[in-house]
């Protein structure tokens, strides 16, 4: 990220990034991960799972903060996310937990 | 290459999409106690599940660790009966309010008061689901099933205060919209000796929400708007009404002997 002037704090604040994965076929199209996402990176898909569904599409996968909460309040076990790896200037990989 | 799921290997994948509807609570419930048995690090080797008959009696044939999946009502009876065979073993229950509180009602009293080492978590959808919707001991007052089509003039068991005053040692009651809290209270239940007891209210869109009127996000909004998280309440002060309020927390965490504890000590010491 760029700055206009580094904020006093900027190395203490981290901000999480995660990759969100769904598995389409597992789906029951609930809606629930849309509805809860913080940062709307969820839509639902407008074609159809193997069962009939529409899962939902990511629609803006750089926006996911790795908050799992989509993970969690899926009654399916059809969404996750893992968190990403950042690799800081200067410093080892760093994994998000 | 897309990595697995954390959950797959807690899950049977051959039998995944379970047999939940669409929008049902119960997958989320079933999640968190996934999540609880990992954040536990209990080695799987030890760890049963064991369930009655019911939409939530499903859970125990989706858990890759034994289970085993008994007829209606017995699962308490079961669950015991393993636990006393086999002490080293951390035995789950994971069955609906009809199982556990109608016709397995007297099991549960009395598993809670000989404080057998058991965790207890019931999924409460307030109807019998899996029949086709027909009233329970938890349905509310009023509302409306295939058997009270004008509104269920009974009242419903308060599950907690029922728990506490047959003797369990943790008592918690969550919401699925709170599935971390969900999540933490059956971690700590898992880790506690004695009879552990988790009531996790649930939206059942399909038969209990279509008389009632509520779609799936109406229940949530009732959960969010209405629950007030009051840990260490007082068991008899805790409605679960979405008019009053739904309170919802840690109510009980004690310790008292164990039956397991009790009877080797009359029974089996030297002396
Ligand atoms: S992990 Fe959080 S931010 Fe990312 S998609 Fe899921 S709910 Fe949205
Ligand atoms: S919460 Fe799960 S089942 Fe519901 S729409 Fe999202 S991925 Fe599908
Ligand atoms: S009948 Fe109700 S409780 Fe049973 S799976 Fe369907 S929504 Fe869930």
Same mark, same amino acid.
């Given at each position: /990220?760029?700055?206009?002037?580094?904020?006093?704090?900027?190395?203490?604040? %981290?901000?999480?990034?995660?990759?969100?994965? &769904?598995?389409?076929?597992?789906?029951?199209?609930?809606?629930?991960?849309?509805?809860?996402?913080?940062?709307? !990176?969820?839509?639902?898909?407008?074609?159809?799972?193997?069962? +009939?569904?529409?899962?939902?599409?990511?629609?803006?996968?750089?926006?996911?903060?790795?908050?799992?909460?989509?993970?969690?309040?899926?009654? *399916?076990?059809?969404?996750?996310?893992?968190?990403?790896?950042?690799?800081?200037?200067?410093? #080892?990989?760093?994994?998000?937990? | /290459?897309?990595?697995?799921?954390?959950?797959?290997?807690?899950?049977? #994948?051959?039998?995944?999409? %379970?047999?939940?509807?669409?929008?049902?609570?119960?997958?989320?419930?079933?999640?968190?106690?996934?999540?609880?048995?990992?954040?536990?690090?209990?080695?799987?080797?030890?760890? &049963? @599940?064991?369930?009655?008959?019911?939409?939530?009696?499903?859970?125990? +044939?989706?858990?890759? !660790?034994?289970?085993?999946?008994?007829?209606? +009502?017995?699962?308490?009876?079961?669950?015991?009966? @393993? #636990?006393?065979?086999?002490?080293?073993?951390?035995?789950?229950?994971?069955?609906?309010?009809?199982?556990?509180?109608?016709?397995?009602?007297? %099991?549960?009293?009395?598993?809670?008061?000989?404080?057998?080492?058991?965790? &207890?978590?019931?999924?409460?959808?307030?109807?019998?689901?899996?029949?086709?919707?027909?009233?329970?001991?938890?349905?509310?007052?009023?509302?409306?099933?295939?058997?009270?089509?004008?509104?269920?003039?009974?009242?419903?068991?308060?599950?907690?205060?029922?728990?506490?005053?047959?003797?369990?040692?943790?008592?918690?009651?969550?919401?699925?919209? %709170?599935?971390?809290?969900?999540?933490?209270?059956?971690?700590?239940?898992?880790?506690?000796?004695?009879?552990?007891?988790?009531?996790?209210?649930?939206?059942?869109?399909?038969?209990?929400?279509?008389?009632?009127?509520?779609?799936?996000? *109406?229940?949530?909004?009732?959960?969010?708007?209405?629950?007030?998280?009051?840990?260490?309440?007082?068991?008899?002060?805790? *409605?679960?009404?979405?008019?009053?309020?739904?309170? &919802?927390? #840690?109510?009980?965490?004690?310790?008292?002997?164990?039956?397991?504890? /009790?009877?080797?000590?009359?029974?089996?010491?030297?002396?």
């Amino acid at each position: /990220m760029e700055f206009w002037r580094k904020p006093l704090d900027a190395d203490d604040i %981290h901000i999480t990034r995660g990759n969100v994965y &769904v598995l389409d076929d597992r789906c029951k199209g609930c809606g629930y991960c849309i509805e809860f996402c913080p940062q709307k !990176v969820l839509k639902a898909s407008k074609g159809f799972n193997k069962k +009939g569904y529409h899962y939902p599409e990511i629609l803006k996968p750089k926006d996911c903060l790795n908050c799992h909460y989509c993970e969690i309040i899926c009654p *399916d076990f059809a969404i996750y996310s893992i968190a990403q790896v950042v690799a800081e200037k200067g410093s #080892k990989n760093e994994v998000n937990k | /290459m897309q990595p697995d799921h954390p959950l797959n290997d807690l899950l049977r #994948k051959d039998r995944i999409p %379970h047999i939940w509807c669409s929008g049902c609570g119960i997958g989320t419930i079933f999640s968190a106690c996934l999540n609880a048995i990992k954040a536990s690090e209990i080695d799987l080797s030890k760890v &049963v @599940m064991v369930s009655g008959i019911g939409c939530s009696g499903r859970g125990a +044939g989706y858990i890759n !660790v034994d289970s085993f999946h008994t007829t209606h +009502g017995r699962a308490i009876p079961f669950a015991t009966g @393993m #636990k006393l065979a086999n002490p080293s073993l951390h035995v789950i229950v994971f069955s609906g309010d009809g199982d556990l509180f109608a016709i397995g009602g007297n %099991h549960f009293i009395h598993a809670a008061r000989r404080n057998i080492e058991l965790t &207890v978590i019931c999924v409460n959808n307030l109807n019998y689901g899996m029949t086709g919707g027909q009233a329970a001991a938890t349905t509310p007052n009023r509302a409306k099933t295939t058997t009270t089509p004008l509104g269920n003039p009974e009242s419903p068991f308060n599950l907690p205060l029922l728990a506490y005053a047959s003797g369990a040692t943790y008592v918690a009651r969550w919401t699925m919209l %709170h599935t971390r809290d969900l999540t933490n209270s059956i971690k700590e239940a898992l880790q506690k000796k004695g009879f552990s007891f988790i009531e996790a209210l649930c939206p059942c869109p399909v038969n209990y929400g279509r008389r009632n009127k509520l779609r799936p996000l *109406d229940v949530f909004k009732a959960y969010q708007q209405k629950s007030i998280v009051k840990n260490g309440a007082n068991p008899i002060e805790i *409605d679960a009404d979405s008019d009053k309020g739904i309170i &919802v927390g #840690k109510f009980i965490d004690t310790e008292r002997p164990t039956y397991t504890e /009790m009877y080797n000590k009359i029974y089996r010491s030297k002396g």
